[in-house]
């Protein structure tokens, strides 16, 4: 299947300027708003506004996944407001090409690079309002304070509600420059807040993709071609023309859309369709051809992305000389709510309604398609049942707008369970090779490792992706530890699957193989884990405090069981450094359960902790689910996984007990929702190893053929 984006020169290196995050960093753009002469109404830039009844709006530009972006934002411009937070209201902002800077929801960008721009939005409203009222009172701004929505004059001990002022300070020039709070000022930030989105979740007003409707919307299922690449060669729709509520069935570019009047009949219908597909030049690809040709490619020479000193000449010198390879699958997004998407495209107009994390590339996609101007297309994102990446692409939302058109009508295209994982986009498999030496000292002197993996970039923005260095390293050039000698290399290996940016990108198998692979050259050197990993950290590294953090709380060093093991990894990226500690359980009969994972994160500034803690607890959850069970997989060129029978992810009771602990910090955030990935897989089978003494170079868990006993 032919996928586009749509997507310039200069946005594609904003995308790769993400220093290893693999996504756009585009910053917050604070604005001069128009507001309506007369109204009342207080709007000094386009993330904020007052009305006269002292209601503050404020619009999150970025999508709401569920990983709290509607409370953190509002959180960062009431703190420096002194907003009464219990007349706060958020509003989803509509895609603009430039008014919010990026609005692409990933990359853990959220806070990150919200941090000044934001703040500084709230800062603005708040220097206006005192002005304002020092004007109104005929005294010194100096005078006057401000906390919980209400202008204080000192001296007097009169007050003004920002309500009361929104008509005032509307008329004031906006400032170019504003003093921000020191972090010992914060009322807000830092502190436990109740999310916003929560009521209307809990009473059922909160409003998902899924649940959008429009009148006269029509339902559109789409049956894609089963193998990767494959076309329509003929088909057959008398059986679906028969069934209540089908209207029309259509061929389009990626398939054949069946049309009714309700996503039952939409389904039923294209169940019933008879297509003959052409088959294409993946009609026999398998995962083991896959496999041998990852392995293949590792034996090419490979691009040097690091060196340091001689590793041929200190590795063939060693001691002890370890060598190991390392196996990572293709993985699905899967989030609880698949795709879907509503489009209204008039002669003049067109309107979307998603659950994207990309909604400017959804806007400058249906321009393009409709040939109508950027500010002819409006895009709503609505919240989102998960994202991890996947809602980043436009493919779902493209089929919307093309029925649309040809339609003449509003269309809502909606994916089913098995459309998302057959016909996705997948995190890249990779194949790692590494080699490590251990002097007589127990030293370790020499690391090298080469990794084989697709290439987001390469795949999805052809003859454009970084050359020297390219995404498929992020999180294996940057290994931080201090090993004397290093050489980091890649083969690039493009497939036919289709990938995409998924939690954390490729730190997740690149965490998984540094930190692993230190464990095995701390086993051959004889030292604690612990001990090895702060040892060889340079002393100013946030990673230490992290490591020491979780290593306390875990009980790091106590005795276990028989059969019980600890283990410890950590990573830094996206702004953040994560330490965790698994604790495992595996039974002489070979049964493992996971009992605990501690967790310690230095992200500096935590704007919303209780945010940070459900957020690294997610991670845990999610990328347990990865490395004990999940795996995409190919035969014949088809998907082989339809479903979660198929695609087995952690279950409920599965779940171990999981403890989050966060470094103080006043330092600038970094991101949360995907620093808290990478380290545990590699925790999880360093405390296999403790346990059992097995090694676990594959994953995921389940495609092991391991004697734990």
């Not at 896959?290 to 293949?296: G, K, M, V």
Request: with cysteine; aromatic share 6%.
């Amino acid at each position: 299947m032919k996928r586009r984006m749509h997507i310039n020169r200069r946005e594609f290196l904003q995308v790769l300027g993400a220093g290893g995050a693999g996504l756009t960093l585009g910053v917050f753009r604070l604005a001069p708003a128009q507001t309506q002469e007369g109204s009342g109404v207080f709007k000094p830039n386009e993330f904020l506004s007052i009305d006269p009844d002292g209601t503050v709006t404020i619009w999150v530009a970025r999508s709401e996944l569920g990983q709290g972006a509607r409370t953190a934002v509002p959180m960062m411009v009431a703190e420096e407001l002194d907003a009464d937070w219990e007349k706060i209201r958020i509003m989803p902002a509509l895609a603009h090409p430039s008014k919010y800077g990026s609005m692409q929801t990933g990359g853990s960008t959220t806070v990150r690079r919200g941090w000044e721009p934001l703040r500084k939005a709230g800062a603005t409203a708040r220097e206006m309002l005192i002005t304002a009222a020092a004007q109104t009172w005929g005294v010194e701004r100096a005078t006057c304070r401000t906390e919980n929505g209400i202008v204080y004059h000192i001296p007097s001990g009169r007050t003004l509600t920002y309500g009361e002022l929104a008509g005032a300070a509307a008329a004031l020039p906006v400032p170019a420059e504003v003093k921000l709070k020191d972090a010992k000022d914060y009322k807000i930030i830092g502190k436990q807040k109740a999310r916003l989105d929560t009521p209307d979740k809990l009473s059922g007003k909160a409003l998902f993709g899924f649940d959008f409707m429009l009148p006269g919307l029509a339902v559109a299922a789409i049956a894609h071609p089963p193998v990767l690449g494959g076309t329509v060669k003929s088909w057959d729709g008398s059986a679906t023309k028969q069934l209540k509520g089908v209207k029309e069935i259509v061929q389009v570019p990626h398939g054949i859309a069946v049309i009714a009047d309700s996503v039952w009949a939409a389904l039923q219908g294209r169940d019933q369709l008879k297509v003959e597909w052409h088959k294409g030049e993946n009609a026999n690809l398998d995962s083991a051809a896959i496999e041998q040709y990852f392995l293949e490619k590792s034996r090419e020479q490979g691009a040097l992305v690091r060196t340091e000193g001689d590793a041929a000449a200190a590795l063939s010198a060693a001691a002890k000389h370890i060598t190991a390879q390392y196996h990572v699958p293709f993985i699905s997004h899967s989030p609880m709510e698949p795709m879907n998407c509503v489009a209204d495209v008039q002669s003049d107009r067109v309107e979307i309604w998603a659950p994207t994390q990309n909604p400017q590339w959804v806007q400058r996609m249906a321009a393009e398609v409709t040939g109508l101007a950027l500010e002819k297309v409006f895009v709503n994102t609505t919240l989102s049942g998960g994202g991890f990446g996947r809602r980043l692409m436009v493919d779902y939302a493209e089929e919307a707008v093309d029925l649309s058109m040809r339609l003449k009508a509003p269309v809502k295209v909606i994916w089913s369970r098995e459309d998302d994982l057959q016909h996705g986009y997948f995190r890249p498999g990779s194949y790692h090779a590494l080699e490590g030496a251990v002097d007589d000292q127990h030293r370790i002197t020499a690391w090298k490792h080469r990794i084989v993996a697709p290439s987001i970039s390469a795949q999805l923005f052809p003859g454009q992706e970084r050359r020297g260095n390219p995404d498929l390293v992020d999180g294996a050039a940057q290994v931080p530890y201090r090993l004397g000698i290093i050489a980091i290399d890649y083969v690039m290996a493009n497939t036919a699957l289709p990938v995409t940016w998924l939690r954390s990108v490729y730190n997740s198998a690149n965490a998984f193989v540094n930190e692993s692979f230190l464990d095995e050259l701390a086993h051959a050197a004889g030292r604690d884990p612990l001990a090895l990993r702060l040892e060889l950290l340079p002393a100013e590294s946030r990673l230490r405090g992290a490591l020491q953090l979780a290593a306390e709380k875990a009980g790091w060093g106590e005795a276990l069981p028989r059969g019980r093991g600890r283990g410890i990894a950590c990573h830094a990226c996206f702004g953040s450094y994560a330490a965790h500690v698994a604790e495992v359980t595996v039974t002489p009969e070979g049964r493992l359960s996971v009992n605990r994972v501690v967790c310690a994160i230095d992200c500096g500034q935590a704007v919303h902790p209780e945010g940070v803690r459900q957020q690294m607890e997610g991670a845990v959850v999610f990328s347990l689910s990865g490395a004990m069970r999940e795996a995409i997989t190919l035969q014949n060129g088809s998907v082989v996984q339809q479903n979660f029978d198929t695609y087995d992810l952690l279950r409920i009771h599965e779940t171990p007990a999981i403890e989050v602990y966060i470094v103080d910090s006043t330092l600038a955030p970094g991101g949360v929702g995907e620093p808290g990935v990478p380290p545990v897989a590699p925790a999880l089978c360093n405390a296999i190893c403790a346990a059992t003494g097995i090694r676990v170079r594959r994953l995921p868990l389940s495609a092991n053929d391991l004697a734990w006993s």
